[in-house]
């Protein structure tokens, strides 16, 4: 059984196949970071662009490698929000004009339902289960007691993890995005500045990032005016210790909490080293169990919406050629649909 995914929500143009709900057969991510490094950041209308002249070819790519043809295919899946509207709608559109022209079943995905989904392609679910979800435009606390239900238990206030990653990248010049520079710059840094960790109320498992960030620019920008070097491999290195410090204690307390049987990170954020470090050693006495995905499962793909779009078809949802792109799709109301 096969499902050919569409994933076009940012700036990835992705088609997946994955079978039988946790086998992935083909992968195929076009990127488009190149186009858009120029201008710091996605620049929307460019990625709708780019979508259009890439999904067949990742369409044809993706068959191609999985030596099939959409004939083979029994599900089309594809990331109906959220997103750049004009990024989701080529997808969606793509989506519909094949499983209309083939008459093959339809179904829309939540992205971040995703995100959570690339890790059953590695291990299979255990509920309760709690995901970390720390993406470019997402860091929020997830909990799940069955397949394709969502409960948000916490969220950010403000910026995202990524997009924090994002902005102070770009304060110490580096390319876009910032997140993997950011990164590497932080193994080679001490953590000698002490940030600000944003805990909230007592109790909360909300996140806010804007103030770290402001922080780390009001840092910079008075070294700049007293002529001081701070390196700026320390500065990378204590940024990063603050955001992995508050996302990894929440977790963990969440975790305890709600006694839960493993703990996932998913989103592109959790591609990075010190997060899954902290984490691992957070939970390496525990029972439950700490799943993290390969590096090419963490940033945007399609296998992740195959994954999530398999079950949601198992469990009957189907959507009609009336599919629209929802660019502000709510999980949990996602997680309710049909019920
Ligand atoms: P969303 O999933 O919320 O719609 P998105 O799809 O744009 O947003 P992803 O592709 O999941 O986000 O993740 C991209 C983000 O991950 C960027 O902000 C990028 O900087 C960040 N990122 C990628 N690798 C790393 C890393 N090693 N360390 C920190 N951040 C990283
Ligand atoms: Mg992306
Ligand atoms: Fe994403």
């Known amino acids: 059984q096969y499902v050919l995914a569409i994933e076009t929500s940012c700036d990835e143009t992705a088609v997946a196949i994955v079978k039988n709900e946790r086998e992935l057969v083909t992968n195929v991510v076009a990127s488009q970071i190149e186009s ?21 070819l990742t369409l044809e790519e993706a068959l191609t490698q999985a030596e099939m043809t959409i004939d083979d295919i029994e599900t089309i899946a594809v990331t109906e929000g959220p997103g750049l509207v004009g990024a989701l709608l080529v997808g969606v559109n793509a989506a519909k004009a094949l499983a209309f022209a083939k008459q093959k079943p339809l179904v829309g995905v939540h992205h971040i339902a995703g995100h959570i989904y690339a890790n059953r392609l590695e291990k299979e679910f255990e509920f309760p289960l709690l995901s970390l979800v720390v993406s470019g435009g997402h860091t929020e ?101 603050s955001v992995v410090d508050v996302l990894s204690t929440k977790t963990y307390k969440a975790a305890k909490e709600y006694g839960v049987k493993q703990v996932i990170v998913a989103g592109g954020v959790a591609a990075n080293k010190g997060l899954r470090a902290a984490l691992k050693d957070k939970f390496k006495e525990e029972e439950c169990e700490l799943l993290i995905p390969p590096l090419h499962l963490c940033t945007d793909n399609a296998a992740m919406i195959a994954a999530a779009g398999a079950v949601a078809y198992q469990q009957g949802h189907r959507s009609g050629y009336d599919l629209n792109a929802n660019p502000g799709l709510d999980l949990e109301m996602y997680g309710k649909r049909g019920s």
């Open 141 to 241: 606390l997830i909990l799940m007691d069955e397949h394709g239900s969502f409960e948000v238990i916490g969220e950010t206030r403000d910026d995202a993890a990524g997009e924090a990653y994002d902005k102070v990248a770009r304060t110490l010049k580096l390319p876009y995005p910032g997140g993997p520079h950011i990164d590497k710059l932080a193994q080679e840094g001490e953590v000698s500045i002490d940030f600000p960790r944003a805990w909230l109320e007592d109790g909360s498992y909300d996140f806010s990032f804007s103030g770290l960030k402001s922080a780390v620019i009001n840092k910079l920008h008075n070294a700049k005016q007293k002529n001081e070097e701070i390196p700026p491999q320390d500065v990378a290195a204590s940024f990063q210790e």
């Open 36 to 56: 858009h490094k120029r201008f710091g950041g996605v620049v929307p209308e460019i990625a709708s662009r780019h979508h259009i002249e890439q999904i067949t």
